[in-house]
């Protein structure tokens, strides 16, 4: 299964002016696709998480946007592309496409499913002294959440 998805969103003044100082900024990507249940709450077949970190480089005045399925460190795959400007590299923080979020396997067909999609700039990967004045800052809260109900198409 693949999700496509397109969050729209303006950076608060105070996270571009910290981008703009060469403070890089994290944000994530969660989806969980649940399967209908009667007698319960839903149950979780499958789950992804997608780690962006945006950067820019003072010296070279480049955007770099690093993108991995794990928490983005000094080691890990990760994938990376420069953007000249702001823009590009915001289109594409924004824009998600083809992410495989399950197999074809997790996905009973008779069954009715759930996507549960969520996106937020992560301020706990912040440099401390930005955790510490983000806490509690409307200025720092950016996020986006959707549950969609599947349309399974069957042969």
Do not use: C
């Amino acid at each position: 299964m693949l999700l496509s998805a397109y969050v729209k969103f303006d950076l608060p003044p105070v996270v571009e002016d910290a981008l703009l100082k060469g403070i890089p900024m994290f944000f994530v990507a969660e989806a969980t696709l649940f399967r209908d249940r009667w007698y319960w709450y839903d149950r979780s077949v499958a789950a992804a998480t997608r780690h962006m970190r945006l950067s820019y480089q003072p010296l070279t005045r480049r955007w770099r946007l690093t993108v991995s399925s794990t928490v983005i460190g000094n080691s890990g795959v990760a994938l990376g592309q420069s953007f000249d400007t702001q823009e590009e590299a915001m289109a594409a923080v924004q824009r998600i496409s083809r992410w495989k979020i399950a197999d074809t396997a997790d996905i009973d067909p008779d069954a009715r499913h759930n996507v549960d999609f969520r996106f937020r700039l992560d301020v706990s990967q912040l440099p401390r002294p930005f955790q510490i004045g983000a806490v509690g800052q409307a200025d720092w809260s950016i996020s986006a959440a959707r549950n969609q109900r599947l349309a399974l198409e069957r042969p």
